[in-house]
């Protein structure tokens, strides 16, 4: 296998000429005053020259002809003629040093630092940091090693987004293995805020040139490349992008030319971190993309279900200790989900070709905040959470051009209602693109053909309903819907075959039958029925819309017949709430369920009296059982059920703490008119948010907690959890939710 790694090459192509390469040296660092060091190393000999007055030309060039300097031979030959026509600029002094390996020539200044940017440097890397950006960049291997973004320029930088091992660079694999390589020869230049690696040879495949320019909130990167002839490569970038998803799954929002390939612009969004709005330049037509892949171990992984598990590993093992997940310890169940995600710059390259020629492109990345009513926001220091985590909803998986769990995690159908309803509130994401896209190209996937996990629950039907007229009606999109209407339909047509009895609701002997997958649902389903009131609803309105008076007045009668079976079905008068489903025995399934009552509460399934009355009886039980972490979210429960396969209490979904659903007992609160009691909840967990406790990472289990905080879930993200910041939009502020 030749793999021209991210950090380096494990072989040239010319196995011969690999033996007479000796390993880079270490390079110390010298910048005695502000002089700057030009180092050429060639086999033979060192020259150091210690330049007083240097001005930098332009990348790569030739400080005679302003040329491009191709090697350190030509750099050595034409000394003494250069020393002689510096000597008027310049005081110059030579130094031969002893025979020494071939290494990096190495331009360094001392970067200058300013008021929102400060510089550190060690003799292997320069790192700057501002309140919104740290970089780090090798100086000896084309690299960043370092990368944290912060949208609320707090400083927050401890956890290096990047995966360490592979970090960003030029890569050229010619095998299907991933590698990590080891160093790649080139040259390095620091000046300023700029660092600079040119002469970057990736075998006889192609030469780069980086050059990286920091600011307090933007990273510009400049990129040459020489080609001389035509290749076939798995990987030919001249900048890959490896993120690691086990801090936290980055998530590449914008247009697709095809699934996995990302068109410029893309807002990279990074959960609970912030995002980079990345735009290029190019000098030519022939378009570049961002390639999006999932690996784990540095494997590639087919796009499809990521959904596995196996024992743990001992390094697995070791990460829950440090994590506290008892629930998987005690499994001894291990997630095999991705954890890395690979982004590849790719430019004139096609069906594994990469072809001939000269390139220059030109990126610019700079950390950017979207989030609603910034005015309101931005004035609140409790409000920061929402800064921070409104966009951690959109978890985009380009790879299967549809919106997912996380960016690294399973498609869910059933939840694209939640992700519908936050981007009808979300700016747009970037020129004219905005989240809803991200729901018409997931819609549209589905309605092609594409199956998402577990497509045969009850909710996935109304979840796409709701979805289809939250674009249509927030884009709007008439020529979309008149497409796409027939296929919104048959989604019609499976709720109403839910309803086996005729009397509106939504039956199935199936077990589970909704999201919340570890609860033995089974009959009459009041979470499936109370989405599909609304579906019905929102679906006779985009008929309205489309002039279809009697497929308008059908699903307004079904929704009619939903609302008048509802309470009368579900309600328990032992314990004054709704319970979760009925059986075909007419026995009552309530655990006190806080999501069910919530959603049928604000969606007004019931009227105010029974509202109240019910929320009297959840509030009152919430106190009893001594419950208040809302920083981590609500339980879904609040009494144990048996479940399958069994958990014990406050464990996953029975009784464990989840910000996914918790929108829905808030919403419901604030649709009452219990503010007071609504902020109560939505304030702390405003403070997890600010806080980034509603995740840890892939795989850490930190979606749902125990009531002491302990992670006790497996996904590490689950997006759903960020749905109740829609709260802030339809409860808090009044706005509620927009029901045709």
Sequence with gaps: MRVMGLMGLMGSVNPEADKNVRAPEKCERRTPGSEDFLLDRSRQRTTLISVKAFSPLPFGSDLLTGRPVNNVVNFSRQMT?????????????????????????????????????????????????????????SRHTPAMTFLSVDATGESR????????????????????????????????????????????????????????????????????????????????????????????????????????????????????????????????????????????????????AVAAWAGMTPEYRQRMEKAGNKRLLEDNAMHLGPEQIQLVLNKGRSAGRQRAGKQRLELSM???????????????????????????VFGFRADLACLANNAAGDTCQFCLFCYADQACYTPPLFDNFTALDLVRISLDRYFDGFKGFQDQFQDVAPSTIIAAWDYATGKPDRQWLKRRISFIETYADRMIAADVDGDGLCESERDPTNWWDCTPWNWKDAYSSALSW????????LEHRLGNHAKQKLYRDRADQIKAAYYATFYNPETGVLAGWRLKDGKFADCYFLWVNGIAIAYGLVDTTQANAILDRLQAKIKATGFSSFQY???????????KPPLRFQYYENGGVTGSMAYHYIQGLYSAGRKAEADVIFDKMLEGYRAGTFQNGIGGGGDWKEWDGSPCGYEGLLVDAYYPLTAFITGRLGHKIPIP
């Excluded at 700079?366 to 966009?391: H, N, Q």
């Excluded at 979210?633 to 479940?643: E, I, M, S």
Aim: net charge positive; with cysteine; charged share 20%.
């Design 633 to 643: 979210g609500l339980p879904g429960n609040l009494v144990h059920f048996a479940g």
């Design 81 to 137: 003629q250069w020393a002689a026509w510096l000597g008027t600029f310049f005081s110059l002094q030579a130094v031969l040093a002893a025979d020494l390996p071939m290494a990096n020539r190495l331009s360094t200044a001392r970067p200058a630092a300013t008021r929102d940017l400060t510089v550190e440097t060690t003799p292997r890397a320069v790192t700057y940091t501002s309140p919104w950006l740290k970089l780090s960049f």
């Design 534 to 541: 609304r579906a019905f609803r929102c679906l006779a309105d």
């Design 157 to 304: 930088h401890k956890q290096n987004l990047l995966k360490e091992s592979i970090a960003w660079g030029p890569v050229v694999a010619i095998a299907t293995n991933s590698s990590t390589g080891t160093d790649l020869p080139c040259e390095v230049a620091v000046k300023g805020n700029v660092v600079r690696y040119w002469n970057i040879r990736l075998g006889d495949f192609e030469t780069d040139s980086l050059a990286f320019t920091v600011e307090p909130k933007a990273l510009k990167v400049k990129i040459e490349r020489e080609i001389p002839q035509d290749y076939e490569a798995v990987i030919a970038s001249p900048l890959r992008m490896m993120f690691d998803a086990t801090v936290t799954p980055v998530s590449p929002l914008g247009r697709l030319s095809e699934p996995g390939k990302l068109r410029f612009p893309v807002l990279l969004h990074f959960p609970d971190w912030g995002s980079l709005l990345v735009r290029v330049k190019e000098q030519k037509a022939d378009e570049a993309t961002l390639d999006f892949s999932l690996l784990r171990d540095l494997k590639p992984i087919a796009p499809g």
């Design 366 to 392: 700079a950390v950017t905040a979207i989030y609603p009513k910034p005015s309101v926001v931005d004035a609140d220091p409790k409000l920061i959470g929402i800064k921070r985590a409104w966009l951690n």
